[in-house]
């Protein structure tokens, strides 16, 4: 089913939870929505439902306003956190829950309710109770119930939060596939990044009510709009006065401006690893991290502190040690505009709209 969102707000008496939010999703795409807690992602979803009504804004399935629509009438399928499933029945009974409210055959509710179990990878747990089940498991049966009754949509608030770290990422992947295979629109709510990425096909980020970027993962890693955005995905560090880091001299042409500086951005090593030594910096080792697959390396410019990571396969750097820092990019913000500014030692000075 196309959804289009215009206009979107919800007030709870004095506090706007939700503000000014639209989107559009394609038929059968997925959609993450991430953000921290106490973002709005909940009461966006409750609002698509039918369970609290907007204070404004209109709400749009298939080219039809539903705003008016009960709940039970919008096709919609739900499975959240703690998803409670009945605890007094069997697997089959709580994937068959929703068929037999719409008084379907006996037969026709076995058929679908024995797909779903295969479907979902529950064959030989029919007959167990909920207490019988792993959280993953318990969350297929929730997965299937909500699948159940053929919703035109699915939305997932925070399904995984509750699963041990190893499990969830398994559950990931599933999810993906599952919803691929089903090809519903589903909208997945989450306040973990890792997990937007690897699930979503887009994602949106809300901060405070607003959306405030919307775009492929990669998209925006690469092009942040927002301080927010820049600062949410990924690791960066802000950095006050960028201009005072050889190379981004420049950047004092832009007053009021703030810069972030991803890991990724920042070579640190000995004299000899760098093609170009005169457009690096003198540094200090604070901390090393081992990361299993990588040093994390806290390092001090001035009083600026940096993080980066270095590879495995190079010399092996002591704290205290000094190096050599080569910064290739900031992110440069204001409240209205995002740059990208290169190491004017390195490349091209000017800043790069995005
Ligand atoms: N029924 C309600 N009454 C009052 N405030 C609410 C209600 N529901 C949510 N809120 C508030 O709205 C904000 C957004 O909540 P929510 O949508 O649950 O965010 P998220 O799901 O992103 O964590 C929070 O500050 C929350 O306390
Ligand atoms: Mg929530």
């Known amino acids: 089913m196309h959804i289009e969102v215009r206009g979107l707000n ?33 009461s966006i979803l409750r609002m698509l439902a039918g369970l609290e009504s907007p204070t404004s804004g209109d709400i749009i399935f298939h080219g039809k306003r539903v705003n008016d629509l009960p709940p039970q009438e919008r096709g919609i399928g739900f499975v959240f956190q703690n998803y409670a499933l009945f605890k007094h029945m069997t697997v089959f009974d709580n994937v068959a829950f929703g068929l037999k409210v719409k008084k379907q055959s006996k037969d026709q509710i076995r058929d ?8 979902t990878g529950l064959k030989g747990f029919e007959h167990r109770y909920p207490h019988q089940l792993s959280g993953g498991q318990r969350q297929r049966v929730a997965f299937a119930r909500a699948l159940a009754p053929e919703p035109q949509l699915l939305l997932l608030d925070e399904p995984f939060a509750a699963i041990d770290a190893k499990i969830r990422t398994e559950l990931r992947t599933w999810l993906k596939e599952m919803i691929e295979r089903v090809g519903i629109t589903s909208i997945f709510v989450t306040h973990d990044q890792d ?90 080792v604070k901390h090393l991290h081992f990361r299993g697959s990588e040093w994390m390396v806290e390092v001090e410019v001035g009083d600026i502190k940096l993080i980066t990571y270095r590879s495995l396969e190079k010399d092996v750097l002591q704290p205290g040690e000094e190096v050599h820092v080569l910064i290739h990019r900031a992110y440069l913000f204001n409240d209205n505009d995002t740059w990208i500014m290169e190491n004017k030692l390195k490349e091209d000075p000017m800043p790069v709209h995005i």
């Open 112 to 119: 679908r309710v024995m797909q779903l179990i295969e479907l």
């Open 195 to 284: 997990e937007a990425i690897e699930v979503a096909d887009e994602i949106m980020i809300i901060n405070k009510g607003r959306l405030e970027q919307k775009g492929s993962p990669w998209d925006i890693y690469k092009n942040p709009q927002t301080q927010f955005v820049a600062s949410f995905i990924g690791e960066s560090t802000m950095v006050e006065q960028v201009e005072r880091l050889r190379g981004f001299e420049e950047a004092a042409n832009w007053p009021g401006t703030q810069a972030l500086i991803r890991p990724e951005y920042i070579e640190i090593g000995k004299r000899h690893e760098f093609r170009i030594p005169s457009a690096t910096v003198q540094g200090r």
């Open 10 to 42: 919800k007030q709870f008496g004095d506090f706007h939870a939700v503000r000014d939010v639209g989107f559009e999703i394609a038929k059968g795409h997925l959609i993450g929505l991430l953000g921290p807690s106490g973002g709005g992602k909940t």
